[in-house]
């Protein structure tokens, strides 16, 4: 009875799921279809046309892009400002989160207080432009990479986490001879695996989808970021924007084929990457806020 009481349904519930079901296929649709037009062979896409599945299928969008010296120059950039970025974010925040938490460090909480301070009241654009432009970082990956090298956000968070580590292990660690840098590196972070791969993903989304930093501080479309270039092709009426000037044989794909494949390989590595870190991902952040 009590099985068949908790599998009945009520009306709340119907209300629920149908609106939940709703709001998934509005989410869902805008991808599909731009996934379809990607996909789309040139000889039968017709603007302004919806079709959930290719009429003709084609990959002709994608080598087209692909093969353009723009796209490519675009996609090494993004990959080496979140790789570099990723590792300098992660190296920043934990090794001074895990000072935050040495109650023997001088003016700890002076020091935190001003972090949270940050968190409460930042600088604002203006004053990052001109810090970035007294700094000679202009048109400068670095530009985007050291103004971020931490956040408030995640310094308050990771160190949440480190203090929540068990003291008795670090501790022992100590009055075996090792020193702060070996309880760090051979002790704190091993337990600290889940916050480290929660704020990886974090982190390499940041880096990865940067655009209104890279629109203001890359002035050469040579350095272009993946998602500025993107920008570019969407705004653009012509489907050879920044340079791009492959072709596939004699022909060149309609300009929203390009679009659409663009987006698609924009957003193609976050949501490769994203399924094996979403577990230490929720887990991590809820760990972070145990204690405050």
Known sequence: MSFVQQKKMTLFDIVNYTLLTMISLCCIFPFLYIISVSLTHFSVYVPYEFHLLPEKWSLGAYSYILQSN????????TLFITVVGTILNLVFTFT???????????????????????????????????????????????????????NAWSLIVVKSFMDSLPIEVIESAKI???????????????????ALAAFVLFFAVAH????????????DSKKWTLQVLVKSLVLDNSATVAGMESSIGDSTPPSETVRSASI??????????????????????MLGSVKG
């Open 70 to 77: 723009s796209f490519m120059s675009a996609l090494q950039s």
């Open 96 to 150: 001074m989160a895990y000072g935050l938490t040495e109650k023997k460090l001088p003016h700890r909480r002076w020091i935190y207080g001003l972090v949270v301070f940050s968190l409460v009241f930042s600088a604002g654009i203006i004053p990052t432009f001109l810090l970035v432009k007294e700094l000679g970082l202009m048109n400068s990956y670095w530009s985007l990479i050291i103004p971020s090298l931490t």
């Open 176 to 194: 075996d001879g090792c020193n702060d840098l070996g309880v760090f590196w051979k002790i704190v972070i091993p337990l600290s695996m889940p």
């Open 208 to 219: 990865w989808n940067t655009y209104f930093n890279a629109l203001m501080f890359l002035t």
């Open 264 to 285: 698609i390989l924009a957003i193609l590595p976050i949501l490769v990457v994203y399924p094996f870190l979403q577990k230490h991902f929720a887990k991590g952040v």
